[in-house]
C-alpha cells in the first residue's frame, strides 16, 4: 500500500488548502481512511476519517465546520479541504488508511499504512 501526501504550503490565517492523498485502487474498498496530523511537541491526532463501511465520517471538534475529509474513487485519491485556518492548524498532516471501524476511538494505532507526511503552516 503507497499513500503519497500533497497539497501542504504555507497560508495566512483565515486562508484554504487542499490536501489530497494518491493510493492504490484496492486501498478506497479495503480500507478507513484518515488525515492525522502532528504539531511541534505534541502527539498525533486524528483530524478526520472515511470509515469503510459506510462511509461514515469522523472529525475532530477542532476542525468541524471547516475541514472536509472526500474521496474520488475514479481518480483513487483522498482530499482534505481546510478553511478558515488557524495558526493551531499548523502541523505535519498525514493520510492514512487501516482497518479501523466507527465504535472505536480515532487512535494511529488502527492505521497500518501512511504517507510521509506534508507540512501545513498557517501565520497570522
Known amino acids: 500500500v503507497q499513500l503519497v501526501e500533497s497539497g501542504g504550503g504555507s497560508v495566512q490565517a483565515g486562508g484554504s488548502l487542499r490536501l489530497s492523498c494518491a493510493a492504490s485502487?484496492?486501498?478506497?474498498?479495503?480500507?478507513?481512511l484518515g488525515w492525522f496530523r502532528q504539531a511541534p511537541g505534541k502527539e498525533r491526532e486524528g483530524v478526520a476519517v472515511?470509515?469503510?463501511?459506510?462511509?461514515?465520517?469522523y472529525y475532530a471538534d477542532s476542525v468541524k465546520g471547516r475541514f472536509t475529509i472526500s474521496q474520488d474513487n475514479a481518480e483513487n485519491t483522498l482530499y482534505l479541504q481546510m478553511n478558515s485556518l488557524k495558526p493551531e492548524d499548523t502541523a505535519i498532516y498525514y493520510c492514512?488508511?487501516?482497518?479501523?471501524?466507527?465504535?472505536?476511538?480515532?487512535?494511529?494505532?488502527?492505521?497500518?499504512?501512511w504517507g510521509q507526511g506534508t507540512q501545513v503552516t498557517v501565520s497570522l
Open positions: 492514512a488508511a487501516g482497518f479501523a471501524c466507527p465504535y472505536q476511538a480515532v487512535s494511529e494505532d488502527n492505521y497500518q499504512y
Open positions: 485502487g484496492y486501498v478506497f474498498s479495503s480500507y478507513s
Open positions: 472515511i470509515y469503510r463501511r459506510g462511509g461514515v465520517t
